[in-house]
């Protein structure tokens, strides 16, 4: 089974209720939004038909030469009349339009944003689990269709329980951050960093050879090693931090789940021989236990 945490794995098929509820309410409020508009637009409708009797009418009564001044006053007041009542309920039509796009607009970018708050960590700000598992389906396909590379870098904070027991758990949130920010500071644009769980996290390298992802792979871990992480509470130095990681290039015919059990077997082949080490072969060996986290 993979190193990674399995009880995340469900991420992916539930969403947060909080955002699902947001989702419905934006849905029922746009509902509302082009039902309103709709029954503008058919009243202006009417109106409009209405108008054009109107208009109708006074042009076979003035057709009558024959008529009076106060006939000729009567017609033209009627006109007038009309047209301040089209004119009326055109301007409302306008500024009902004008509302519900204002509305809509609004209701689309709260769609957006509960979209973006479902696919992104609230902890560190990368991606998420299901965003990882929606991504990495993306790009194996793309791989696929185009003959391109792809490569997938799994990491894992070295003895991070250990950690989070000396210093607690905001001292542990602070280390996450900081692992988390420096990946995606470091990740190339088309880069997907995300957080696998827990201390884990998780790097998509497209058009990205095993050899191209490992310098990558090095260069955050040497990064994240030479950094002096301070306690923001009491400026307390809490240590050097490192990292594991194992890296996999996809393979002809490899599906998502085969690519990650290749990635997962390295970083714990990484985990094995001493952490603070990115492995990249192909076949990393698992060795029986799981106690070397």
């Known amino acids: 089974f993979s190193y990674l945490n399995a009880e995340v794995a469900g991420d992916q098929f539930f969403s947060n209720p909080r955002l699902s509820m947001k989702v419905m309410e934006t849905g029922t409020k746009i509902a509302q ?10 009243e202006a409708g009417v109106s409009t038909r ?17 008529l009076n001044p106060d006939q000729i006053k009567d017609v033209l007041s009627t006109l007038a009349a009309a047209t301040r009542d089209i004119s ?15 509305e809509v607009n609004e209701l689309r970018n709260t769609l957006h944003k509960a979209r973006s708050e479902a696919l992104t960590d609230s902890l560190t700000g990368v991606a998420n689990r299901k965003q990882f598992d929606e991504t990495l389906q993306f790009r194996i396909a793309e791989s ?3 003959n391109y590379p792809l490569s997938l870098l799994l990491v894992d904070i070295d003895k991070f329980k250990a950690f989070n027991d000396t210093w607690g758990h905001q001292a542990g949130d602070q280390v996450i951050r900081f692992v988390a920010a420096t990946m995606q500071r470091l990740a190339l644009p088309d880069h997907l960093v995300a957080r696998y769980g827990g201390e884990e996290f998780a790097v998509i390298m497209p058009r990205a050879t095993a050899a191209e992802a490992r310098k990558f792979g090095e260069r955050m871990r040497l990064t994240i090693e030479a950094k002096r992480l301070m306690r923001k509470s009491t400026n307390e130095f809490l240590g050097t931090v490192t990292i594991s990681g194992g890296i996999a290039e996809l393979l002809p015919d490899e599906t998502g789940p085969q690519l990650i059990e290749r990635s997962d077997s390295n970083l714990y082949a990484s985990k094995h021989n001493g952490r603070n080490q990115v492995t990249v072969t192909e076949n990393a060996a698992r060795p029986a236990g799981r106690n070397a986290a």
Do not use: F, H, M, P
């Open 33 to 42: 939004e082009l039902a309103e508009a709709l029954s503008t637009l058919r």
């Open 50 to 66: 209405r108008y054009g009797k109107t208009l109708d009418e006074a042009e076979q009564i003035l057709a009558d030469q024959e």
């Open 88 to 102: 009326n309920k055109n301007q409302a039509l306008s500024d009902q339009l004008e509302n519900s796009t204002r």
């Open 144 to 146: 696929v269709s185009l």
